[in-house]
C-alpha cells in the first residue's frame, strides 16, 4: 500500500514538472497558482507532521513517512515558479533584489525535508519531532524575509 502512495504521487509530480517545465509560465498568474498550490499541499502535510509532533495525534510510522516524503518532494518544486516576470502574489520584491538570500532559504528548506523524511524512515518519535520544528523555522525564516504578511 505505502509503494502505491509513492508511485501515484511520483506521477502526479512529474506530470506537474513536466507541464510546468514545458509551459514555462506563459503567464505570471500561472506561475503564481502553481507555487501557492505546491507550497499549500507542503503546508498540510507538514501540519499532519506537526500535529504528531506535539503530541495531538498518535504516532504512526507510516502516516509519519507518507506526510514527510510528501513534504520532501513538494520542498524541490516551488522555485521554478519564482522566475523574472512572476512577480505578485504573495512574495514580496525580496526575491528578486535578493535573489541570493532566497535561494539560500530554498537549499535549508530542501535540507530540512531531506532530514525530515530521513528521521521519519528511522521511526524515531524525537527525531521526528526536532526535524519538523527544523522545517518549521525554515519556512517561517523564508517567510519573514520574502512573503507578505
Known amino acids: 500500500m505505502k509503494n502505491k502512495y509513492k508511485i501515484a504521487l511520483v506521477a502526479i509530480v512529474t506530470s506537474a514538472i513536466a507541464?510546468?517545465?514545458f509551459a514555462q509560465f506563459a503567464r505570471p498568474d500561472a506561475a503564481i497558482k502553481y507555487r501557492k498550490a505546491v507550497f499549500t499541499v507542503m503546508g498540510t502535510?507538514?501540519?499532519r507532521l506537526g500535529a504528531v509532533a506535539k503530541g495531538e495525534?498518535?504516532?504512526n510510522k507510516d502516516e509519519v513517512i507518507r506526510n514527510a516524503y510528501i513534504v520532501n518532494t513538494m520542498a524541490s518544486l516551488p522555485w521554478q515558479a519564482f522566475g523574472s516576470g512572476t512577480e505578485g502574489g504573495d512574495a514580496l520584491?525580496?526575491?528578486w533584489s535578493e535573489a541570493s538570500k532566497f535561494k539560500s532559504a530554498q537549499e535549508k528548506l530542501i535540507a530540512a525535508t531531506a532530514s525530515l523524511s530521513s528521521a521519519a524512515n528511522s521511526g524515531d518519535l524525537e527525531a521526528v519531532k526536532k526535524a519538523t520544528a527544523n522545517v518549521g523555522a525554515a519556512c517561517k525564516n523564508c517567510h519573514d524575509d520574502f512573503k507578505k504578511k
Do not use: L
Open 93 to 95: 520584491p525580496a526575491i
Open 57 to 59: 495525534v498518535p504516532f
Open 19 to 21: 507541464g510546468t517545465a
Open 45 to 47: 502535510h507538514n501540519a
